[in-house]
């Protein structure tokens, strides 16, 4: 009997394991890139939906790059708020820092 809870014990830890690891996936990551840059174009005005851009790169796969105006940073922070709750727990961390170094840069670049 000890040795079932044991085993189940394990088989429940790999299981949280591999969720976590698949959270970081390059696959996983550009697939909540492209709806962060969808809800931000739908949540900024018309003429600032071309100012939005995200492109992962070819090579390093885990590489991003993020364009937005400085109007339109308002709108890529709360698109990551937004889909925060939905995202796997590693990818969500992985994006509050997105949101944290955008807000950053911006505040950087444009005060």
Do not use: H
Not at 36 to 48: G, H, R, T
Request: hydrophobic share 45%.
């Amino acid at each position: 009997m000890g040795e079932d809870i044991g085993i189940s014990t394990i088989d429940k830890l790999l299981k949280m394991i591999e969720e976590k690891k698949l959270g970081l996936d390059p696959e996983v990551l550009a697939y909540w890139f492209k709806i962060i840059e969808s809800d931000a174009k739908a949540l900024c005005p018309q003429e600032l939906r071309d100012s939005i851009s995200i492109k992962q790169d070819p090579v390093l796969w885990m590489k991003f790059q993020l364009k937005a105006s400085k109007r339109a940073v308002p709108f890529l922070i709360q698109a990551i708020e937004k889909n925060l709750p939905s995202m796997p727990y590693a990818t969500r961390l992985y994006f509050m820092k997105v949101g944290e170094i955008v807000e950053e840069e911006a505040n950087r670049l444009y005060v």
